[in-house]
Antibody, heavy 119, light 108 residues
Framework: QLQLQESGSGLVKPSQTLSLTCAVS??????????WSWIRQPPGKGLEWIGY???????YYNPSLRSRVTMSVDKSKNQFSLNLSSVTAADTAVYYC???????????WGQGTLVTVSS | EIVLTQSPGTLSLSPGERATLSCRAS???????LAWYQQKPGQAPRLLIY???FRATGIPDRFSGSGSGTDFTLTISRLEPEDLAVYYC?????????FGQGTKVEIK
């Protein structure tokens, strides 16, 4: 059974970089056709899709965040990562990782991790 | 970017009643690449429906989806207390993928 688990710093200072990792278990990050997404949800608000990355490193970022987002993959550790630079309080959210493909929605989600931006 | 608008914002119904949730897209969603998620308090979203009308694995048949083009509907045929949640639609036909703002289902 595929499982995803987010980890990373829960508190980030304004202007710094938010860094999160999603560990994949019960399946390979290189399994055919799938890519790996990040989605976030500010407290009490709706869902915002951040982007995705393939095991090859090919990625797509939401234009609203593109200038600040970098995603990467570590196939040896079966995990992928999100970096978001120059954060502000507006980046405070629960961050989720998930599996997707070009023809399927996000079908397996991690439990989410809360990141708070505050000095 | 495809904008999804969900209605109503909140739905308050009794157990056993039928719930009808709407999702309208700002442009046609090709291949009916429209999904519905259920998010219970404190939990991650769970995929209910994909391809507008296909139930995901393990989803009870009281949940059904319909629609095409720009108008989609999620129906819960007989509401149960555990259906208390916020329901989101998502389009995955265009980039970036986008979500509706959610419909909260309350149980009377």
């Amino acid at each position: 059974q595929l499982q995803l688990q987010e980890s990373g710093s829960g508190l980030v200072k304004p202007s710094q970089t938010l860094s999160l990792t999603c560990a994949v278990s019960g399946g390979s990050i290189s399994s055919g056709g799938y890519s790996w997404s990040w989605i976030r949800q500010p407290p009490g608000k709706g869902l915002e899709w951040i982007g995705y990355i393939y095991h090859s490193g090919t990625s797509y970022y939401n234009p609203s965040l593109r200038s600040r987002v970098t995603m990467s993959v570590d196939k040896s550790k079966n995990q992928f990562s999100l970096n978001l630079s120059s954060v502000t309080a507006a980046d405070t959210a629960v961050y989720y990782c998930a599996r997707r493909s070009s023809s399927t929605p996000e079908d397996n989600w991690g439990q989410g991790t809360l990141v708070t931006v505050s000095s | 970017e495809i904008v999804l608008t969900q209605s109503p914002g909140t739905l308050s119904l009794s157990p056993g009643e039928r719930a009808t949730l709407s999702c309208r897209a700002s442009q046609s969603v090709s291949s009916s690449y429209l999904a519905w998620y259920q998010q219970k308090p404190g939990q991650a979203p769970r995929l209910l429906i994909y391809g507008a009308s296909f139930r995901a694995t393990g989803i009870p048949d009281r949940f059904s989806g319909s629609g095409s083009g720009t108008d989609f509907t999620l129906t819960i045929s007989r509401l149960e207390p555990e259906d208390l949640a916020v329901y989101y639609c998502q389009q995955y036909s265009g980039s970036p993928r986008t979500f509706g703002q959610g419909t909260k289902v309350e149980i009377k």
